[in-house]
């Protein structure tokens, strides 16, 4: 027996609330015999800001960790096989039904936490993030047999955000990037995009890392964000297509293990968005393998959500004979 369409639907319904680049959510589900398919939508491409689609292929592997957990917390387990089809690269996995059991408490843990899971780009508060929680979000990363590099200390925090301030200047230097960016700007309610409410303050030059400029709100002066911020790299042992979809699971876990430990993060991916801030980061971890996202992680208020279209919109159904 193969899925459903009830069971893609509701699936679905968790899957489209993974993180996504401008939150432009570049997925599609399908059903095809019997089988749940994630795609990438390349009707929603960001060429300026992402023209390999390493970040399509992030969020659609983000998209489909949801999808295995809302699947296995129904008691319909799936197998995953990454990017299936050779001839059809958009195609990124395909889930197709495991034996059914009962779902793990991590996994009831975890799925708990999906609704509750908000980019927060607003300045942490200076409680330092415990030993324990630091821990569970590495392990989050190697269960998806990914790594996760905390950056501990003043220099290595610091020379983190150089790099990271570097990209930022060279993203910023490009006219299609900067429009492409204010194309996904929300100022009226819209199925998808930043609002201006959930794009965080307005970065300044005084800041230790960048930040989009997704906000239309002003600091007072002397407010800086976090002087001393929990950072962690995500990491992969290659830079496949295949490796990014990877990549974008883990990411969900970390994200939803954050959630779940009651802490906030926000994505930094202009590191990765510049090959030579990619490679510069590399060295300065002294890791093997390559960056795929860097997070600020802390404790504050609740993010904001990014609105997020009908789940009827990115799903394609089989048709039925009249």
Known sequence: MGYTVRQ??????DAVRAPSLHNTQPWRFRLRDGGIEVAVDPRRALP?????????????????FNLRLALAVAGTPATVRLRPYPADPDVVARLEPDVPRRPTPTEQSLHG???????????FWPDPVPAEARWRLGEAARAETC?????????????????ARSAHRVLERDPAYVAERVDWMRSEPAPDGVPAAAGGPQ????????QRGFGARHRAPGRDFEPEPLVAVLGTPGNTATDQVVAGQALQRVLLTATDA??????????????????????????????????????GQPGCATPRRPVDEVLDLPVVPA
């Not at 893609?8 to 319904?13: E, K, Q, S, T």
């Not at 790594?147 to 790099?163: F, K, P, Q, R």
Request: charged fraction near 15%; hydrophobic fraction near 50%.
């Open 8 to 13: 893609l639907r509701a699936a679905g319904a």
């Open 48 to 64: 300026a800001t992402d023209p390999t689609g390493w970040g399509a292929r992030i969020a659609c592997g983000a998209a489909l």
């Open 113 to 123: 936490a999906i609704a509750r899971r908000f980019s927060n780009r607003a300045p």
């Open 147 to 163: 790594w996760l590099e905390l950056v501990i200390g003043t220099s290595a925090v610091n020379a983190l955000a150089e790099v």
């Open 203 to 210: 970065s300044e030059p005084q800041d230790l890392l960048p």
């Open 262 to 299: 009651g802490l906030g993060a926000s994505l930094l991916s202009q590191p990765i968005e510049v090959p030579a801030a990619r490679e510069a980061l590399r060295l300065s971890l002294g890791r093997f393998g390559t960056p795929q996202m860097v997070m600020r992680i802390g404790y």
